[in-house]
């Protein structure tokens, strides 16, 4: 399957081309050049890896990476994703945690690695994969590119701005891994790696992005949406806790590709640029706030671009989609109540998108239907504002708590753009 831009200013290309790094040549997007018909209609593996091969296999058809997909697949999607039952046993949480860093977007980091080994096998000289994180990206690609021949990984984090255990999971990998932690915000960061990437005296670097605009990080992500709508055995609603939209685009995707999926809804936190659009409102970006959902604090989410492509009327995006803005206080109300109300501990996220089915359940005994949130990270990694809230320790999922057990170390930076390039220059 050959890829277009969003902005359709560039000449179709292979896929293969447009998985690994970040905007098309004329500043938009990579998207599908057509989407492959109806292809997650029938075909339904006993497992999550059978139904990604089977949702992926199309976009890969007569790709030059078609021959290695099984074995990519089988390398990003070696955990489960499971729907678990809340309580009142109508409505489920899709379970995405349950990686070697505990939250959803080790599917996306695994399954870029992959393709990033077989389109670049050691013998290119060394490539330096560099991101920005506000916590859980980072984790998830140190661990997918950890100890990869021909690969180190460099990260920057706002220092003092991620939770503690998600500070000691990005210092603990070591080897090819080094973390920065950078006296400045997300934002910060994200423009030193945008610095870096056009810097030509960095170019026999190698430099690699892995954000989350990356069609290799995003395509895996409709695999699990896709499976978890054909295990349910009906059509299934989905609540997507939303940041950046890359997981939200996956689920609307798949839901065109043919999954039985029924109404997505958006949980945003008080960042307010995806309700505001929503509610009848001009899309408008802008700085972020900070939230206790960290992983979702973005104010001008890029994804956003990809979807008002797949729906190009306003008015139709608006029908297809919604959106609702979730206040900390309600992320903490609903944590608090969690056990009680529906048997679990959710993460702030999680939490978010809780509170949307509470609203949605609540609000019309009418709707009927079987909702899923998608639960995107594991409440151990937040601690610090679920075990106070809950009144317990959280229970540490054994990878986690490997990566917790060791040393963990990051170096400091300033935040300047200048500072990343002389560090990098001298650790090439
Ligand atoms: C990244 C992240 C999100 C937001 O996902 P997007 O794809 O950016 O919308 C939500 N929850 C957690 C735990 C995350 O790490």
Redesign the pocket.
């Known amino acids: 399957m050959n890829v277009t831009s969003t902005r359709g200013g560039v000449a179709e290309l292979p896929l293969a081309d447009a998985l690994v790094g970040a905007t098309a040549p004329d500043g938009g997007l990579f998207v599908p050049a057509t989407f492959p018909p109806e292809n997650a209609r029938n075909p339904r593996g006993p497992t999550l890896a059978d139904s990604a091969l089977a949702v992926l296999a199309p976009f890969f058809a007569e790709d030059r990476l078609s021959d290695v997909l099984p074995a990519m697949v089988a390398e990003a999607f070696n955990f489960p994703a499971p729907l678990v039952p809340l309580r009142n046993r109508h409505d489920f949480v899709l379970e995405l ?1 349950h990686g070697p860093t505990a ?3 080790d599917f996306g980091a695994r399954f870029l690695a992959a393709c990033i080994r077989r389109l670049h096998p050691h013998g290119g000289g060394l490539r330096t994969v560099l991101v920005a994180t ?4 980072g984790g ?1 690609v140190a661990a997918a590119f950890h100890r990869m021949s021909g690969v180190r990984v460099v990260l920057l984090y706002p220092d003092g701005r991620v939770s503690p255990r998600q500070a000691h999971q990005l210092g603990a990998f070591a080897d090819n891994v080094t973390a920065l932690r950078v006296a400045g915000s997300f934002d910060d960061c994200q423009a030193m790696v945008k610095a870096a990437f056009a810097d030509p005296e960095l170019a026999p670097l190698q430099l690699t992005s892995a954000n ?1 605009i990356s069609l290799g990080r995003l395509l895996p ?1 409709l695999a699990y949406h896709a499976h978890a709508a054909w295990s349910s055995g009906e059509m299934l609603n989905l609540i ?11 689920a609307v995707w798949a839901r065109e590709l043919g999954a039985p999926i029924g109404d997505i809804v ?1 949980a945003t936190n008080a960042n307010r640029t995806l309700a505001e659009f929503f509610e009848g409102g001009a899309y408008r970006g802008r700085p972020s706030v900070t939230t206790l ?1 960290n ?2 604090d ?1 104010g001008d ?1 890029s ?1 956003f671009e990809r979807l008002s492509w797949t729906y190009s009327d306003p008015a139709v995006l608006r029908r297809r989609v919604r959106a609702r803005l979730v206040s900390d206080e309600h992320i903490s109300r609903t944590i608090q109540q969690g056990e009680r109300r529906h048997g679990q501990v959710f ?4 939490a978010a998108g809780v509170w949307v089915l509470e609203q949605i359940r609540g609000s019309s005994g009418a709707r009927t239907g079987t909702w899923a949130v ?1 639960a ?2 594991h409440p151990a ?1 937040f601690e610090g504002i679920v075990e106070p809230l809950v009144g317990h320790p959280v229970e540490v999922p054994p990878a986690l708590a490997a990566l917790l057990d060791r040393p963990s170390h990051a170096e400091p930076l300033a935040a300047d753009a200048s500072a990343l390039r002389r560090w990098l220059l001298d650790h090439a």
């Not at 506000?134 to 990206?137: A, F, I, L, V, Y």
């Not at 997507?240 to 996956?250: C, D, E, F, S």
């Open positions: 945690f939250a959803f977007k506000s916590g859980d990206t998830a989350s992500q997507v806790p939303t940041g950046n939209l890359g997981n939200a685009v996956a958006l959902a992983a979702m973005v989410p994804n993460c702030p996220h999680t998608a995107t990270a990694k």
